[in-house]
């Protein structure tokens, strides 16, 4: 039985995106944050505190595994469900979004779409029952944005692939126990081909972790290095077909961008809520026309987190019921990181003082969302993608 007993109102419209099912998930979500998260994640962050024992208590009421089938240890809910728990989780706290997103949306989703019924029993089975974190290493050194120009390679002697390389700004780094990873398999092919996917694990021969990175937000998320020297990796390792790996990746992150959307919507949220309740504290609500300088730009912060909720649950449930959701995704991931950007920069503003604050909604929002325009294809790199969806199908003849 929950100790929080009145939730706050929803700050925006109404979706009827929602079913009732979703709001109820919405109400249990918040009521466990509120209860678990919300009274402690300050300390966490400012410590730099990786939250492992609260992800094992997250574990237990399944929020692990929220869009897997419950017979591999899921909770079998949709996409739109996802997207709404990233915002929830990244509303309560920032890193929880990240760490969240990147073990569902990276680290264990591919192991669902392309992996085979053994494959899903040993990896997918933990990671969604939150036994186990996952990982997700596409990034290098010197291959972000292009990742087809991955450097990590990997052959085949016989029993094993061999895997050399290095994979950067990996989250979850440390604290996974499997990781699905890029490597090149036939250098021949030209760039983007020849790639494959792995499933990874941090106690294989040859793997090791390199330097931790020292963000300017989301501090209390692991983000670091993976290392390969001629590390051992399993045939029956080998995710999906071999040479298809660059697609797949390209497929998780179209996906991942609905989540990293969300995560900024949950930003943004989470500072104009901040804003709401100390304007209300200061009894600005009294005269709403006397005080107009200071209710407007919540009003249009309101309405643009509004826009950018649409879009992303709208996102979400073309993900489940079509074929094609990559312009979906991008626009949705583009246009909410911006508006999370523009939002907690206002409210930093708008807060003077108390916005500064470091580890207050406002300061942290704003560092935070900061990553929502850079992870999982910068917004340059989001509005390539909307571009090239644009002009498919008015090609010159
Ligand atoms: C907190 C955090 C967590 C992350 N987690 C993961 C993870 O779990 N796994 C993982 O694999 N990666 C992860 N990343 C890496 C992330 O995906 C990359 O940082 C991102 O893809 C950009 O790559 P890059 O940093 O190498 O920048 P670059 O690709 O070097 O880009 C530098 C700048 O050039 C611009 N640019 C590059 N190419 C173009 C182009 N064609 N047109 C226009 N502009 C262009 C970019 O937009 C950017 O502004 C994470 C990053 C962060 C910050």
Redesign the pocket.
Known sequence: MSAVKHLPPDLLPDSHLLKPEHHEFRARLRRYLAEHVEPVWAEYEAHERFPRDILKDMAKEGFLGIPFPKEYGGMGLDSLSLAMAIEEFSRAWGSLG?IMA?HIG?GSSPIWNWGNEEQKRKYLVPLARGERMG?????EPQA???SGATKTNARFDGTHWILNGA?A???NATEAFSYVVSAVTDGDKGKGSGISAFIVEKDFPGFSFGKKED?MG?RASA?GVLLFDNCKVPAENLLGEEGQGFKYFMKTLDGGRITIGAMALGLGYAALEEAVKAVVGENYTKDLWAHEYKLAPLAEIATELAAARQMIYNAAITKDLQPRWTQDGAMAKWFASEVAMRATDRLVTYMAERGLEMNSKFSSAFRDAK?CT????????CR?VIARELLKGYQPA
Do not use: F, P, Q, R
């Not at 990982?135 to 990034?139: E, S």
């Open positions: 990240i990147a990276l990982g997700y290493g596409l990034t972000g944005s292009d994979k700004w990996c989250t963000k989301l983000t990553l850079i992870g999982e294809g910068t917004n340059e790199i390539v």
